[in-house]
């Protein structure tokens, strides 16, 4: 069960360079921004990364201003897991559970998720939050990620099942975002 306890976010490599050759990158940002935003607003940690980006470039403009007070993770493994910083922060948060979202669904995302439930993590995989340079890939790193453990999910399920309760404080705020 997701709860927001013991649980972080963790973005991948939604950068300047990659995302234009993504399959719909408008919806990519903008349920990133809505998961940033849920991750904010019900003290989720966030853990930022981005894929060698003196060559990649940083991660996109519509997303830096809501990541104001968080380091982004440079890496060259295609998997957060093989930087060592990455999994430090992991540990450092007593992380159980994971949401992740980001590009490419079959390579630095499927890598990721794969990696952190070997670490021995609950992984939620955004499905409407992650994309690869084509559709076919994208499913395909998708339907391993399922066969490897992770749930996957999407930005409004995840958004549900993290307030439980139209009583929640935070209920009319967030749900604003997915309207």
Known sequence: MLTTENTCLVIIDIQEKLLPVMAAPEQVVKNTSVLIQIAKALNIPILWCQQVS???GPT???LTPLLIGVEPIDKSTFSCCGEEAFLAKIDKLKARSVIVCGIES???VFQT???LIQYGLYVH???????SRTNENKTIGINRMEKEGAVITSTEILLFELLRDAK????RELTKLIK
């Open 168 to 171: 929640h404080e935070k209920f």
């Open 113 to 115: 998720a794969r990696d």
């Open 106 to 108: 079959h390579v630095c």
């Open 60 to 62: 996109v403009g519509e």
């Open 54 to 56: 003196k060559a990649l």
């Open 125 to 131: 995989v955004v499905a409407d939050a992650v994309s």
